[in-house]
């Protein structure tokens, strides 16, 4: 494995591990390799400096691999609608920059109906308007009520733009 100190196009500094040099630069043209501040894929690898072993040490290392992942445990819970993001601990760079590009997302390809959304949720399940996707604001009583009703929905946290 090889480590290397990254920056993107934005001057965000983060760190990666490869496999090797040609793994980076697969990963990093295929798009796969992005900040995990801003999302950026334009990444370039830093100027470092070479691990030089100190006297008398040898440069073979045994290597030992490390243990296998626990058992896919569950998530920690989402904190409850209203509760405060300081009961949860600070969200990581990573997780804000990936529910950015899905807020995007969301916003380019659905459609927003702001407090209306339950109504218009059951006017497109009832047929009363195209299916489409949307987006807005419904509270927790009316989530309750159209997963009961078996309309699908989902909430998502929602995070202030990357761009503003």
């Given at each position: 494995?090889?480590?290397?100190?990254l920056?993107?196009?934005?001057?965000?500094?983060?760190?990666?591990?490869?496999?090797?040099?040609?793994?980076f630069?697969a990963?990093?043209?295929?798009?796969?390799?992005?900040?995990?501040v801003?999302?950026?894929?334009?990444v370039?690898?830093?100027?470092?400096?070479?691990?030089?072993?100190?006297?008398?040490?040898?440069?073979v290392?045994e290597?030992?691999?490390?243990?296998?992942?626990?058992?896919?445990?569950?998530?920690p819970?989402?904190?409850?609608?209203?509760?405060?993001?300081?009961?949860?601990?600070?969200?990581?760079a990573?997780?804000?920059?990936?529910?950015?590009?899905?807020?995007?997302e969301?916003?380019?390809?659905?459609?927003y109906v702001?407090p209306?959304?339950?109504?218009?949720?059951?006017?497109?399940h009832?047929g009363?308007?195209?299916?489409?996707?949307?987006?807005?604001?419904?509270?927790e009583?009316?989530?309750?009520?159209?997963?009961?009703?078996?309309?699908?929905?989902?909430?998502?946290?929602w995070?202030p733009?990357?761009?503003?």
């Amino acid at each position: 494995m090889i480590h290397y100190d990254l920056r993107c196009d934005a001057g965000h500094e983060f760190d990666g591990w490869f496999p090797d040099s040609a793994g980076f630069e697969a990963q990093a043209k295929a798009g796969f390799v992005e900040c995990p501040v801003c999302g950026a894929t334009e990444v370039a690898k830093r100027l470092m400096a070479p691990a030089i072993p100190k006297k008398g040490r040898s440069r073979v290392k045994e290597v030992v691999p490390p243990p296998a992942p626990p058992a896919a445990a569950a998530p920690p819970p989402l904190p409850p609608p209203g509760s405060s993001q300081a009961a949860a601990g600070p969200v990581p760079a990573q997780v804000v920059a990936l529910l950015q590009r899905m807020r995007a997302e969301v916003e380019k390809n659905c459609d927003y109906v702001g407090p209306g959304f339950a109504e218009e949720a059951r006017r497109m399940h009832r047929g009363e308007s195209d299916r489409r996707g949307i987006y807005g604001e419904a509270s927790e009583a009316d989530t309750e009520a159209l997963q009961e009703e078996g309309i699908e929905i989902a909430r998502l946290p929602w995070v202030p733009r990357a761009d503003g």
